[in-house]
């Protein structure tokens, strides 16, 4: 049973969460908050498996602490594109739109209860407009990149690009474990505490170039 704590400070649209993951199968809320302060404080003693958070929600750097006891999956519309990528480097593990339907939003959930991100090809491809606008500029070496070994890199690469464990080892040719050993590495070389970090790493590092779909 997948253990959610919910946090959103609209009353109507935080019970109407509430109900639907309570009527969802191997699902079950555990909290609900109307504030960051809040929400971290039943992080600690709820012990939530996944924390729903309405990313416009005052005092998004509590993502940060409480990101550490439980995965982290944001709702947004998108208002703000410079609150995603915050998100991102606080350490979410996904995305999803607080228009979707019930059935995408349970799946999500179970996604990355599961250890999965979840970035739509909508979200990505806002993502890499956000760095297009922004001029990020590749780091190279200053992100530490030359501490990788070549595999390490390329699966760094193939991160950034939102693919799957299961789908890097197949692009790769090689199992599942090795990828989760190889990208184990890379986090614990780059001090990486997320695989949401990973991907920005990527970008950041110049080893996914963005570009926008057409």
């Avoid at 809040?38 to 005092?59: K, M, Y």
């Avoid at 709702?75 to 480097?89: G, I, K, S």
């Avoid at 179970?110 to 890499?128: C, D, I, N, W, Y």
């Amino acid at each position: 049973m997948t253990r959610v704590l919910v946090v959103d400070d609209q009353p109507l649209f935080r019970a109407g969460l509430v109900a639907l993951l309570n009527a969802a199968p191997d699902l079950t809320v555990v909290g609900e908050a109307a504030d960051s302060a809040a929400a971290c404080a039943l992080a600690r003693t709820a012990r939530p498996d996944v924390i729903l958070l309405d990313i416009r929600l005052p005092g998004l750097a509590a993502l940060k602490t409480v990101a550490g006891s439980a995965r982290v999956l944001v709702l947004t519309t998108f208002d703000l594109d410079e609150y995603v990528h915050e998100a991102l480097r606080l350490g979410a593990a996904g995305f999803v739109l607080k228009e979707s339907e019930p059935a995408r939003l349970i799946a999500a959930i179970t996604a990355v209860a599961s250890g999965e991100m979840q970035f739509g090809p909508t979200v990505m491809r806002r993502l890499v407009a956000a760095y297009l606008r922004g001029g990020t500029a590749a780091r190279g070496s200053d992100a530490g990149l030359e501490e990788l070994t070549g595999r390490e890199r390329e699966v760094l690469r193939l991160v950034g690009t939102g693919l799957t464990n299961t789908a890097i080892a197949a692009r790769l040719t090689v199992t599942e474990g090795t990828v989760k050993t190889h990208l184990n590495r890379v986090m614990t070389k780059l001090r990486l505490t997320s695989r949401a970090q990973a991907v920005v790493m990527a970008y950041e590092s110049g080893l996914v170039v963005p570009r926008l779909a057409g």
